[in-house]
């Protein structure tokens, strides 16, 4: 069973960074899509960053690119999301997923607050 642990979230002022985290356990992930998705009181849920864990190419939502880097370390099995220059409207829940066609499996989210 595949499970997805965020961390990393927390308060930071305007212009400020933070690291998200996510540690996924349950299974070999060689052929699967790891993404980062977020989610502001009441909006839909949004895709941010994906990486494909072979390979390692990636992608992203044109309102982070330039500011957000996502990336893996295989040998601890975590996906990072580097966020800088935060600004307010990156305010959000992020949630980690990973699938191979779909996104299957959600982690609990972890909350960001960019104060102005």
């Known amino acids: 069973q595949v499970q997805l642990v965020e961390s990393g979230g927390g308060l930071v002022q305007a212009g400020g960074s933070l690291r998200l985290s996510c540690a996924a356990s349950?299974?070999?992930?060689?052929?699967?899509?790891m993404g980062w998705f977020r989610q502001a009181p009441g909006k839909e849920r949004e895709f941010v960053a994906r990486?494909?864990?072979?390979?390692?190419?990636?992608s992203y939502a044109d309102s982070v690119k330039g500011r957000f880097t996502i990336s893996r370390d295989n040998a601890k099995n975590t996906v990072y999301l580097q966020m800088n220059s935060l600004k307010p409207e990156d305010t959000a829940t992020y949630y980690c997923a990973a699938g191979i066609v779909t996104y299957d499996n959600w982690g609990q989210g972890t909350q960001v607050t960019v104060s102005s």
């Open positions: 349950g299974r070999t992930f060689s052929n699967y899509v």
């Open positions: 990486i494909r864990w072979s390979g390692g190419s990636t």
